[in-house]
């Protein structure tokens, strides 16, 4: 979709075959959505006063297959089981996962030097992320696809620091406020290695758990990003949701790459992504932040149409200027910031 704010795409891919027998479990699976999304039974949801307590995997040996070959970047079938059932498969389920620690693993455990742990890490999220998309679609289709889109997989690289340029010229910086990608219902983003990076901690938040305590539609509350297509939250909403609903992750992006995987369904999963703000640590000194962006995405203009349109909005660029957008825009008064959570 060569509209949106992001980068062209590096490379596309198809569709990894399915290597899962669940044909077994679906009718008990579908019995169990449709009992979980009844009105009066509301899934729980995440705070700063209750963050969520899995959604953060340290990755280790058994998070690999010993059976799958290319061995080192095939997942576990235990870890695509607990991946899905972060995303959706569980009532507690915060809809993101955040995976770290697999880069020290491999170097360990594959006796692999930084740089082909780095590169193995990259192939294993695609991986992961292609057997969890295939479970969720086929499992869930009602909340991952309901809409029928032509979802194919995108692989490419963002400067998480300085502007990036698109296809038609227009640029874009990365870092801007939590906010929901366009179309996309499975996306991922594997960060680092940083260089001279102070900051940019993955941070993510949970409107639907805003609006439910609130009594506010998730609909209502939307608006998009100054200069761009990307959809955020109305200002007078944003700081609560940040001060209260939001939780950042501290974790290594020097000495390793972690990777996030987001349900980003607007109304059904409700959870904005982003990242906290991020500077160099020395002024002078080179800096980089790189982030590999992987997802499920129909790029065409009509699936963007569409997808507006099922959410109150229209598929064009919200006036201003397309510039640096800090976590915090500089248009509101007031200070919030997420909660922050260390991972063992």
Not at 52 to 70: G, H
Not at 305 to 310: I, L, M, Q, S
Request: with cysteine; glycine share 6%.
């Amino acid at each position: 979709m060569p509209s949106v704010d992001r980068p062209l795409p590096a490379k596309s891919q198809s569709s990894r075959e399915d290597r899962f027998d669940r044909e077994a479990i679906a009718t008990v699976v579908f019995q169990e959505v449709h009992v979980l999304e009844h009105p009066q039974h509301r899934r729980k949801g995440f705070s700063r006063a209750a963050p969520p307590s899995r959604a953060a995997i340290s990755l280790d040996e058994n998070s690999w297959s010993a059976t799958e070959a290319p061995q080192w970047t095939s997942p576990s079938e235990a870890l695509i089981a607990d991946v899905v059932s972060l995303l959706w498969d569980s009532e507690d389920a915060p809809r993101f996962g955040i995976l770290h620690n697999a880069v020290p693993t491999l170097m360990r455990a594959a006796n692999m030097t930084f740089d082909e742990a780095a590169v193995a890490t990259q192939a294993f999220r695609t991986s992961l992320c292609d057997k969890v998309y295939e479970v969720l679609v086929r499992r869930f289709p009602e909340i991952v696809n309901p809409e029928g889109f032509d979802l194919k997989p995108f692989d490419y690289l963002i400067d998480g620091f300085n502007v990036n340029v698109m296809g038609n010229g227009a640029g874009f910086y990365s870092t801007k406020q939590l906010h929901f990608d366009i179309v996309e219902p499975i996306g991922s983003n594997l960060y680092g290695p940083n260089k001279n990076i102070s900051g940019g901690l993955p941070a993510f938040a949970d409107v639907r758990e805003y609006c439910a305590s609130n009594g506010l539609e998730i609909t209502d509350i939307l608006e998009k990003i100054v200069g761009e297509r990307v959809l955020t939250l109305k200002p007078e909403h944003y700081l609560p949701v940040v001060e209260k609903f939001s939780i950042a992750f501290d974790v290594d992006m020097v000495g390793d790459t972690p990777f996030s995987i987001v349900l980003n369904r607007v109304v059904a999963a409700g959870v904005m992504h982003g990242a906290t703000l991020c500077h160099k640590t020395v002024p002078d000194a080179e800096v980089m932040r790189p982030i590999r962006h992987y997802e499920y995405c129909d790029m065409s203009q009509e699936a963007a149409d569409k997808w507006y349109a099922t959410l109150g909005q229209s598929n064009d660029r919200a006036p201003g200027k397309n510039a640096d957008k800090p976590f915090i825009p500089a248009t509101l008064t007031g200070q919030a910031s997420p909660f922050v959570i260390k991972p063992s």
